[in-house]
């Protein structure tokens, strides 16, 4: 910390810079004064929609002088910061805060909170509008330089969102293990020239090595350390809608946030249908029992929806819910290019391709009561997912699963029980 705090000193004397705002706090009891909440929201936004940067509150912007922040008050500028970034920016910005203690021009220690703003993926709307840091300011973006923007960061670009470096993930939070499962006995590659070559990780923009999205989402434990709603949340139900029995203190009957690596999560999601779907008997020539859902097209359906949704979408997650006359399956996005629900049996369109390369190299999981497949990994790259889907389906209930959009911005998967 010796060094960081002599180089952030350095810094300081030399001014500010594309990367580097101060800014002087003034108090009213415990609450920072004047319309700081707004401003700060704006250099927070600025530097997140250009390259990043660092903000140290508590000292002052025309003499560089370290006034510092009283002790006592320095949690509730953390708070201050923390709230900042998470209701006055949309989407949110995850900044790292940081209290430190440097020497003003007297010698004397003083505290200050530096907050750390990593280059983005996404566009950020601060209080004020869409802002950029360029030079020792912000200005605020033209529609000209908000649509470039946002072209860049944007689902639509050549660059697929899944393949874009994500700015605080390094190589070294890669899981050795979850990227072996991507070697073959000839492949004598490091982790990192692997991940390289495998779309698990890109240069960015200074030339440095990052995870992209794919390999944050494939080749960590905690996916969700930077890309917070890549999760799948399910929940079953006892009645037929989440209205009904609400009165009633059991109306949920299972829930869980599956999280970690996307084959997992695909496997965690196949054994909640599993275990919470009815199972009825039927006596012919012997018992012969009946599941609510193919679990084979369950699988189908979950493998689908962490290959194909839409990871740029910040506040999205998959849903799955259970009722007790079907399943419901939401996953982030518009369909992509021009595909249509009718079309998604005959045609294939994919929107992130190093997440399906990946997945079909991924194991199909075992131990899942009813789950049956001649596939060995999770993804074919043949586009009979959907078919399965529906035909499966339709055939253990009598009818059809259906796919429909929600407001342009989520596909809806609707699988029918059986019985």
């Excluded at 000292?59 to 910061?81: C, H, M, Q, Y």
């Excluded at 390369?357 to 199909?364: F, H, I, R």
């Excluded at 131990?367 to 586009?383: A, F, H, N, P, Y």
Aim: hydrophobic share 35%; with cysteine; charged share 30%.
């Amino acid at each position: 910390m010796r060094h960081e705090t002599h180089e952030l000193l350095s810094q300081i004397a030399a001014g500010e810079d594309s990367y580097l705002e101060f800014k002087e706090l003034s108090f009213s009891g415990d609450v920072v004064k004047g319309r700081k909440r707004d401003a700060l929201a704006d250099e927070i936004a600025a530097f997140s929609n250009a390259r990043g940067g660092k903000l140290v509150l508590g000292i002052e912007d025309d003499t560089r002088e370290i006034r510092g922040v009283p002790l006592e008050k320095l949690d509730s500028v953390a708070n201050f910061v923390t709230e900042i970034c998470r209701d006055k920016i949309d989407p949110p910005v995850d900044a790292i805060i940081e209290k430190l203690e440097l020497p003003d021009s007297s010698g004397n220690l003083r505290w200050v909170v530096l907050v750390e703003v990593e280059r983005s993926l996404s566009t950020h709307r601060s209080p004020s509008g869409y802002y950029l840091r360029s030079g020792t300011s912000k200005r605020k973006m033209s529609q000209d330089q908000l649509g470039r923007l946002m072209q860049q960061r944007s689902r639509s670009r050549l660059i697929q969102f899944d393949e874009t470096p994500v700015p605080s993930a390094a190589v070294f939070h890669l899981d050795s293990v979850l990227v072996d499962r991507f070697r073959t006995s000839r492949i004598l590659d490091s982790t990192e020239t692997l991940a390289l070559k495998l779309g698990m990780a890109a240069k960015d923009d200074r030339g440095t090595t990052k995870l992209t999205v794919a390999g944050v989402l494939l080749g960590t434990t905690r996916p969700g350390k930077w890309l917070p709603n890549a999760f799948i949340q399910a929940t079953a139900y006892r009645g037929a809608s989440i209205g009904m029995p609400l009165d009633q203190p059991n109306y949920q009957l299972d829930a869980k946030d599956i999280r970690g690596p996307l084959d997992q999560q695909v496997a965690e999601a196949c054994r909640f249908v599993a275990r919470n779907q009815r199972v009825s008997a039927r006596k012919t020539l012997g018992r012969r029992d009946l599941p609510q859902y193919d679990m084979s097209a369950v699988f189908e359906a979950l493998v689908n929806a962490v290959a194909h949704r839409d990871y740029s979408l910040d506040r999205s997650k998959i849903r799955v819910r259970m009722f007790s006359n079907r399943l419901e399956i939401y996953s982030p996005g518009e369909l992509v290019n021009t595909m249509t629900p009718e079309a998604m049996a005959y045609r294939q369109a994919a929107r992130n391709e190093v997440i399906t390369s990946l997945l079909a190299k991924c194991e199909v999981p075992t131990e899942i009561d009813g789950l049956k497949t001649v596939r060995s990994t999770l993804m074919d790259r043949r586009g009979e997912g959907v078919p399965i889907i529906l035909e499966r389906s339709q055939k253990l209930s009598g009818r059809e699963p259906r796919y429909e959009t929600i407001d342009g911005i989520e596909l809806l998967l609707t699988v029918f029980a059986a019985g």
